[in-house]
């Protein structure tokens, strides 16, 4: 495994995942350059409906940008090529309480083939077109593939 502690990430969010009121998360949208465009990662979502992005509460003391790659590495084995750009964020409920998703890209280096929920959820690369119809679009996934496209200089054609 790589080493995400290296990453120089400012924006630390102390304490802010416990308690009540909102429940923060970082969110990584993974993508590569292929020869025929861009492609984004996704990983399918833990009730095993659909597909998404790694995504999961940020730890005590720890950087949106680091659970980021946390998450991209437990999820689907990333190891990140390029530091990470912010995207931004998106917010939903689930289970009656705000989640407030802090979105990170990140250039994918290489993949593993083990990693630690490989055995929960499959990995599949999409190509941007693709990956917008795919996710869920009540959660403003669509949006937020969308804003990659400046990040990577791809035009979407749709």
């Not at 102390?14 to 009540?20: L, Y």
Request: net charge neutral; glycine share 8%; aromatic share 8%.
């Amino acid at each position: 495994m790589f080493h995400i502690e290296s990453c120089h990430c400012p924006a630390f969010l102390p304490d802010v995942a416990v308690g009540k009121g909102p429940r923060y998360q970082a969110g990584a949208i993974v993508w590569q350059r292929t020869p025929v465009g861009v492609q984004v990662l996704l990983v399918e979502r833990s009730s095993g409906k659909g597909w998404g992005i790694p995504k999961g509460g940020i730890e005590s003391g720890e950087s949106s940008q680091v659970a980021a790659l946390r998450e991209a590495w437990e999820e689907a084995g990333v190891e990140p090529k390029s530091l990470i750009q912010d995207l931004g964020e998106m917010r939903y409920v689930k289970r009656n309480r705000d989640q407030v998703v802090q979105l990170h890209a990140v250039e994918a280096q290489r993949l593993f083939n083990e990693w630690p929920e490989a055995l929960l959820r499959r990995r599949a690369w999409f190509s941007l077109e693709d990956a917008i119809r795919e996710v869920d679009r009540f959660l403003g996934l669509e949006r937020a593939l969308r804003s990659l496209q400046p990040v990577t200089n791809f035009k979407l054609v749709a």
